[in-house]
């Protein structure tokens, strides 16, 4: 029932942000996990629309971030980085994973938010927390998406569950 729920969603979600979405009314991010098995790496792309991360940035950090124009804040990348390690953290085999933020790429209508793991040996089981936005938007949902290999799972993490367990292979 829940793979069916977030194969639902997810394709809610492709068609919600494939269109040019000024004022949108679902607020919906997709975060992807890769393991990538040649650096053992975590790569974790996350897209959240922008007016969104604003929104949550003021609220956070009282500043006006402007994401991905020709306003935007000196410090934004630095505050969105913070926003995001103290919203989003991953544990592999029970273990905290250490992230590092990358950086960001902004899209028409979305920004591709970037984050990498310290080197880990490839996890049988993680546990995803994910409260990006929950405290901007009671009715947010973030998607994610886990591939190790060609195994992939996704999970929808609510303000009601900011976390999912997931046993590769299961």
């Known amino acids: 029932m829940l793979r069916k729920t977030a194969a639902g969603l997810l394709a809610l979600l492709y068609s919600v942000m494939a ?63 913070r926003y995001l390690l103290d919203h989003f953290s991953v544990e592999a085999d029970g273990r905290e994973v250490v992230l590092t933020f990358l950086g960001k790429e902004p899209e028409s209508d979305a920004i591709w938010c970037y984050l990498e793991s310290e080197p880990l040996v490839c996890p049988a089981s993680f546990l995803v927390k994910n409260s ?33 367990a997931v046993t590769i292979g299961g």
């Not at 929950?134 to 998406?145: G, H, L």
């Open 19 to 81: 269109g040019s979405w000024l004022g949108h009314e679902f607020y919906v991010s997709l975060t992807e996990i890769r393991y990538n098995g040649d650096s053992g790496r975590l790569e974790i792309s996350m897209r959240i629309f922008p007016d969104d991360l604003d929104h949550a940035l003021k609220i956070s950090h009282g500043v006006s971030s402007h994401l991905g124009t020709g306003l935007e804040h000196p410090e934004a990348d630095s505050l969105l980085g």
């Open 132 to 164: 990006v936005l929950f405290r901007e938007f009671s009715d947010q949902v973030n998607i994610v998406q886990l591939y190790v290999g060609e195994w992939n799972r996704g999970v929808l993490i609510t303000p009601a569950q900011d976390s999912a």
